[in-house]
């Protein structure tokens, strides 16, 4: 090497790196590092070391040094040996890699809790790692880095986190009652979904499913309750149609206002092309009415009688009188206006004189009866009042 890159990389500090002797012991810590830890994910607290390994990783591609390439072969041979992470991309990895080996270290484990409050960065970050693995984006955690996790002793399912939820869920328990959460709950909601969706999948311990049964935990989903309530619906249409003999829901029967709802409900989301195809073909297999204007016009429900009952003869003789009484009324009432309403028109007629309209009187009907007028009893009051 001539004396001006020598110059070079003395200035930049680099010079001591030229000494194979240096360079030797240096690697040797690292080795005996490997040795007790099994990676070369030096901690930043190790602050020698640290340094060291990042000054390799700028020697040999690091994109911010000025100077590159001057690792030797065999240099970077002995590092591959041990695993050495050259990528500078994976830095920010090891680094974090590193405080939670810390964090081991101190606690004895690696279970970080959501809260920790001196570390809130690894707090998040180990939160995340396990969403990798067994959360929302299970599987998209590299191979490598899951073994070096396991290695480590890293708890995947957060037991101190489990515990603070539970807790929730029983104070929730005996202030409601029950443990039917709403999802949009702020603590509960989408711990509890993960629940369900961790059951589903296996991945719930006997333990805990049996802590869960004991606050009468609801293990269906909203979607799968929707469904159900669906098809229960639907059958409720299937059982009024083999009672009455119609699909057209009559609202004067017990079940007619929820079934008629429901109905048209239906209706309305296949109009606007939002009705599920699945669905849409179960109601068409029973005959299901689309059309509202037949809908509004429910038929005569079908009689449910024994002929050979006599109860049953005797409720219909009863039926057929109480028809008859309201045919008579009707007919009472339709004579009793028609005569009101000639009655009205022949006093119209006795009130017009010269063309005008007159006044008339309260009781002008009575009067006429007895060949009085209203004139004709104004006129003897006045004169009953003179005499006085």
């Not at 929730?172 to 709403?182: G, L, M, W």
Request: glycine share 6%; net charge positive.
């Amino acid at each position: 090497m001539d004396k001006k890159r020598a110059e070079q990389l003395e200035l930049l500090g680099f010079a001591k790196d030229l000494s194979e002797e240096l360079w030797q012991t240096k690697y040797e810590e690292l080795v005996s590092f490997h040795r007790q830890h099994g990676h070369c994910l030096v901690p930043s607290s190790n602050r020698h070391l640290g340094k060291w390994v990042l000054r390799q990783r700028c020697l040999r591609k690091g994109p911010n040094c000025k100077i590159k390439g001057i690792l030797t072969p065999d240099r970077i041979n002995k590092l591959d040996k041990l695993g050495f992470v050259w990528n500078a991309l994976e830095d920010k990895w090891s680094t974090m890699y590193s405080r939670l080996v810390e964090y081991k270290d101190r606690h004895g484990d690696c279970d970080v809790p959501m809260e920790y409050e001196p570390d809130k960065e690894l707090a998040t970050w180990v939160t995340w790692h396990r969403r990798l693995v067994r959360g929302s984006r299970s599987g998209e955690l590299k191979e490598d880095r899951k073994k070096l996790l396991d290695n480590l002793g890293f708890i995947w399912v957060s037991t101190e986190s489990w515990n603070k939820k539970y807790a929730k869920l029983v104070e929730y328990f005996n202030r409601h009652k029950h443990s039917k959460v709403p999802s949009y709950h702020k603590d509960l909601g989408s711990w509890i979904s993960s629940l369900r969706k961790k059951r589903a999948e296996g991945q719930l311990s006997e333990e805990k499913e049996a802590k869960l049964n004991d606050l009468n935990f609801v293990w269906e989903t909203d979607k799968e309750r929707k469904e159900r309530a669906w098809e229960e619906s639907l059958q409720k249409l299937v059982e009024y149609k083999q009672k009455h003999g119609t699909l057209v829901v009559a609202l004067s029967t017990p079940e007619g206002k929820t079934l008629n709802k429901w109905a048209s409900r239906q209706r309305e989301l296949e109009k606007a092309g939002t009705l599920r195809g699945d669905r849409k073909q179960k109601l068409d297999k029973i005959g299901f009415v689309w059309s509202n204007r037949t809908a509004l016009v429910a038929p005569p429900l079908r009689a449910e009688r024994n002929e050979s009952d006599p109860v049953s003869n005797a409720g219909s003789k009863d039926d057929n009188s109480s028809k008859n009484k309201r045919k008579r009324l009707v007919r009472n009432e339709t004579t009793t206006s028609a005569s009101s309403r000639e009655k009205t028109a022949n006093s119209a007629a006795i009130s017009k004189k010269g063309g005008k309209r007159k006044r008339m009187h309260p009781m002008g009907d009575v009067l006429a009866e007895v060949g009085l007028n209203s004139q004709g009893l104004a006129g003897g009051a006045r004169k009953q009042k003179r005499r006085h």
